[in-house]
């Protein structure tokens, strides 16, 4: 049985009360799936984008989104400026669209995105933990 994934999700992110959007650029949605399965809801938001809606959607995250995982080998020039210009955390899965900022991190197993993720939510900027208490 084929699953089928709803367009419009820039108009759907939009509408988002806040907190850390992880946006899953792909052609299938079993990557999104499984990165919603491994982490905790309460901290993240994963939303899975088509590649065709991927620059209305990151343009969609406000202020922009906290973390963007991608398996997808083309991108919009446009798209990859974007990223470019913006402190997003990139985790990537097979060789990244051309013109991807030098941040990414490139990942060969979803355990190692996983990973990449998690030690994000992890980290401590500025003296403080997520979700902001004083570390």
Do not use: K, N, Y
Not at 4 to 15: D, E, I, Y
Not at 97 to 119: D, H, K, N, T, W
């Amino acid at each position: 049985m084929a699953l089928s994934r709803a367009r419009g999700t820039a108009m759907a992110l939009a509408g988002d009360g806040g907190g850390r959007s992880v946006l899953v650029l792909s052609h299938d949605r079993e990557l999104a799936v499984a990165l919603r399965e491994r982490l905790d809801r309460a901290l993240v938001t994963v939303r899975e984008v088509w590649p065709d809606e991927a620059l209305a959607a990151v343009r969609a995250c406000r202020p922009w989104p906290w973390l963007v995982v991608g398996d997808i080998r083309e991108a919009d020039p446009a798209l990859t400026r974007l990223l470019a210009s913006r402190p997003t955390l990139l985790v990537w899965r097979g060789a990244p669209p051309p013109g991807l900022p030098p941040q990414l991190r490139a990942a060969r197993l979803f355990s190692e995105i996983v990973e990449a993720v998690e030690a994000a939510l992890g980290a401590v900027v500025g003296g403080f933990a997520w979700p902001w208490e004083a570390a």
